[in-house]
Nanobody, 130 residues
Framework: QVQLVESGGGSVQAGESLRLSCEAS?????????LAWFRQAPGKEREGVAA????????YYNDSVKGRFTISQDNAKNAVYLQMNSLKHADTAMYYC??????????????????????WGKGTLITISS
């Protein structure tokens, strides 16, 4: 059974940085797949933040985080990371890690689409104070 566990959440000031980690287990990491981050702010729908297709290393980002967030993977550790710099109050949300087999259902304006993902972590909370 695929399990995803996020960590690295917390409370920081605007302008600071955080790095989220997601450790995955229970899947064949040697096969190409999509690893993605989503977030859900209070009172809003969940939105795609960033994704990486491990088959080619292709990355996708939501316009709102381009230039500030970087997604990366470590197959040896079965992990995906989200480096978040220049954080804004608007980045406050619960952040979720997700995975699916095959290429990402994503584009480089919206980032990943929720319908393409198969398994989800329970999330980690990020709070940015302005």
């Amino acid at each position: 059974q695929v399990q995803l566990v996020e960590s690295g959440g917390g409370s920081v000031q605007a302008g600071e940085s955080l790095r989220l980690s997601c450790e995955a287990s229970g899947y064949d990491y040697r096969s190409a797949h999509c690893l993605a981050w989503f977030r859900q702010a209070p009172g809003k729908e969940r939105e795609g933040v960033a994704a990486v297709y491990t088959g080619r290393g292709t990355t996708y980002y939501n316009d709102s985080v381009k230039g500030r967030f970087t997604i990366s993977q470590d197959n040896a550790k079965n992990a995906v990371y989200l480096q978040m710099n220049s954080l804004k109050h608007a980045d406050t949300a619960m952040y979720y890690c997700s995975i699916s087999g095959g290429p990402c259902e994503a584009d480089n304006d919206h980032g990943p689409y929720e319908y393409g993902m198969e398994r989800w972590g329970k999330g980690t909370l990020i709070t940015i104070s302005s």
